[in-house]
């Protein structure tokens, strides 16, 4: 009997939090998450309420090259989700991103204004761009349409020989020696 009760409790999943796993609300209809290469950035968009004032703007489709959550800290690299929502737009979107301390104030949080189609899937990534933005460590990038969570998304990054991987598919082997 108690070998019974101690399978029962391995098989009860763990807490959302201990797995990182994503968090959907009700106003998204498909979502999913994952890891980029440099997309072609066409021009910015500003955001005041974040450490370089600006946020990239980008063209044509950006997919995953991994679905997995171990970000390597390489410039270029980018991170985020793609998520429609249910009926129409929802925007002002706010996303934010929590991440370790960074710039000369240790800012742990930025945030910007964006749109979630009710007609296609949106994406939302943060890209290392600067040096100082490649920090080791757990990032989250959340989007609210005003209080309500639209969406969670979880991410660790992590030394590039961590995951070497993703360094053919993005062109980063050199860091690997």
């Known amino acids: 009997m108690r070998h ?14 201990a797995q990182g796993a994503d968090e959907v609300g009700r106003a998204i209809s498909a979502f ?4 980029i290469c440099a997309p072609e ?3 910015t968009n500003p955001a005041p309420d974040t450490i370089a004032g600006v ?39 706010t996303v934010v991103v929590t991440h370790p301390p960074m710039g000369d104030a240790g800012q742990t949080r930025q945030s910007y204004e964006t749109i979630v ?4 899937m949106s994406i939302t990534l ?17 989007a609210y349409d005003g209080d309500l969570l ?12 961590l995951v070497p991987e993703l360094a053919t598919l993005c062109g980063y082997e050199n860091l690997l020696s």
């Open 117 to 120: 189609r009710g007609d296609e």
């Open 41 to 43: 950035v066409t021009g």
């Open 55 to 93: 946020t990239n703007i980008v063209d044509g489709p950006v997919e995953f090259v991994s679905r997995g959550r171990n970000v390597p800290a390489v410039l270029g690299m980018g991170f985020g989700a793609r998520a429609q929502a249910k009926g129409g737009d929802i925007f002002p979107v």
């Open 32 to 35: 999913e998450a994952g890891i």
């Open 4 to 17: 019974l009760a101690l399978l029962a409790l391995l098989a009860l999943p763990l807490p959302l939090a």
């Open 126 to 142: 943060y890209q290392f761009d600067f040096d100082y933005e490649l920090l080791p460590g757990p990032w989250v990038i959340e």
């Open 150 to 161: 639209l969406f969670r998304a979880n991410f660790t990054v992590v030394a590039p020989a």
